[in-house]
């Protein structure tokens, strides 16, 4: 590859994500292939602070916390975004700039899923923002994993955070919003089943990954 390459990894809680992401990891170091795998919020100092605060959690614990128990749906979304400012300098753009792949957990289509649709700030809305954030970073490929709240989130085996611990209505509509967002950018965004077994979610990523970096 000629410069980096970056890919994203979005879907509702359960998902599958994790799982994923360390299967193309083996894949990539059978193929000698450069990448850092990273997350959203977190990844750096300021990051990993934002974190505990907008999920009530640290090391997998929940933790109690004044600041996020009653916290507004634009001042969340504030957060993310500060975590996300931060991360696209540190970490992303130095790894592409380097010719890595990044695979990032989660990433700007949570904000505009999230807090635009399922909190009710507006999509678009959510997208303009965010858009000053980002800039040019921009992924080159985005692998939802679709799935019905109902199953992911009885696949969770850790206590749920605060955003997990919303109602399953809330997380429906974060759903909603990812396939909006998928209708919107059929060329970046790629749906992958979820309920299907491990492998075969596997095997699906990597025809969409392969057809950008082989």
Do not use: W
């Not at 004044?66 to 790894?95: M, Y």
């Not at 959510?126 to 696949?155: H, M, N, Q, W």
């Not at 509509?173 to 299907?196: E, M, S, V």
């Amino acid at each position: 590859m000629k410069k980096g390459f970056f890919i994203t990894f979005e879907g509702g809680e359960g998902a599958g994500k994790t799982s994923l992401i360390d299967s193309i990891k083996k894949y990539f170091d059978s193929k000698n292939l450069e990448y850092i795998v990273t997350r959203e919020p977190g990844s750096t100092k300021l990051g990993e602070h934002l974190r505990e605060i907008i999920l009530q959690e640290k090391n997998g614990k929940k933790i109690s916390s004044n600041v996020s128990q009653n916290l507004d749906s634009k001042a969340e979304l504030c957060l993310f975004l500060a975590s996300r400012a931060q991360h696209i300098k540190e970490v992303i753009l130095p790894s592409l700039k380097h010719n890595k792949i990044v695979l990032c957990d989660r990433y700007n289509d949570s904000s505009v899923a999230y807090q635009g649709h399922a909190r009710g700030l507006g999509i678009d809305k959510a997208i303009d923002f965010s858009s000053f954030i980002i800039e040019g970073a921009v992924p080159d490929l985005t692998l939802y994993l679709d799935i019905d709240p109902k199953i992911g989130l009885s696949r969770v085996q850790s206590k749920l955070d605060r955003i997990e611990s919303e109602t399953l209505e809330f997380h429906q509509k974060i759903r909603d919003g990812f396939h909006i967002l998928a209708k919107k950018n059929p060329q970046r965004i790629k749906i992958l089943d979820a309920t299907k077994s491990k492998k075969s979610v596997f095997e699906d990523a990597i025809k969409q990954v392969s057809k950008f970096i082989d």
